[in-house]
């Protein structure tokens, strides 16, 4: 059974950070994402990891604050996320995919979602 378990969302003050795991079991993935969704919004992309070259991906309105990374040991996805702001206030979602160079800022591309994580960025 294809599992993904995200952990580490809370609150933080503007300026601070938060580090977001993503441990996927029953099977390897070719790619990684987080995505966001904040309150009567839309589902928007934030980063993403292909598995194998490590090739990373983010939204610009992340880039240089967030970091993903993965251990490939653990089959672990991390987000690190500096410098938060009030606007990255959201529900974030780990998702994997297993397609070959799937569409990575695409939530229909990936196959499979975790439960999702509150992040809370108070001002």
């Known amino acids: 059974q294809v599992q993904l378990v995200e952990s580490g969302g809370g609150l933080v003050q503007a300026g601070g950070s938060l580090r977001l795991s993503c441990a996927a079991s029953?099977?390897?993935?070719?790619?990684t994402g987080w995505f966001r969704q904040a309150p009567g919004k839309e589902r928007e992309f934030v980063a993403a990891i292909r598995w194998s070259s490590g090739t990373t991906y983010y939204a610009n309105s992340v880039k240089g604050r967030f970091t993903i990374s993965r251990d490939n040991a653990k089959n672990t996805v991390y987000l690190q996320m500096n410098s938060l702001k009030p606007e990255d206030a959201a529900a974030y979602f780990c998702?994997?995919?297993?397609?070959?160079?799937?569409?990575?800022?695409?939530?229909?591309?990936?196959?499979?979602w975790g439960q999702g994580t509150q992040v809370t960025v108070s001002s």
């Open positions: 998702a994997a995919g297993y397609g070959y160079r799937i569409q990575v800022d695409v939530p229909d591309a990936y196959d499979y």
């Open positions: 029953g099977r390897t993935f070719s790619t």
